[in-house]
């Protein structure tokens, strides 16, 4: 299943140039169709994450710097909540 990613109600917060380029290449795996899990994986050590909601998920871009967001089934979408910073 590929996957789109959502970023319309982002928040994006200011991030060093390293963290940015993390983000990127994750976007950029799951455009050409990774999993979740693979794309996380390729960027290193990402520490993927389900948070206590247990409905959003987390990677680590920096040590202190996060992503997080939400896996829409029903529309294979990836709605991304916040960018930078320690979300």
Do not use: P, Y
């Not at 950029?28 to 993927?48: N, V």
């Not at 294979?76 to 960018?83: H, L, M, R, Y």
Request: aromatic residues 8%; proline residues 0%; glycine residues 6%.
């Amino acid at each position: 299943m590929s996957w789109s990613i959502d970023t319309r109600s982002a928040k994006f917060k200011s991030m060093t140039r390293s963290a940015e380029k993390k983000w990127d290449e994750f976007v950029r795996h799951i455009e050409r169709g990774a999993t979740l899990q693979d794309a996380a994986d390729m960027l290193g050590k990402s520490c993927l994450k389900l948070l206590s909601n247990g409905v959003q998920w987390q990677i680590r871009l920096s040590q202190s710097e996060r992503a997080t967001f939400e896996l829409q089934d029903s529309t294979s979408t990836i709605k991304v909540f916040a960018v930078g910073g320690h979300t």
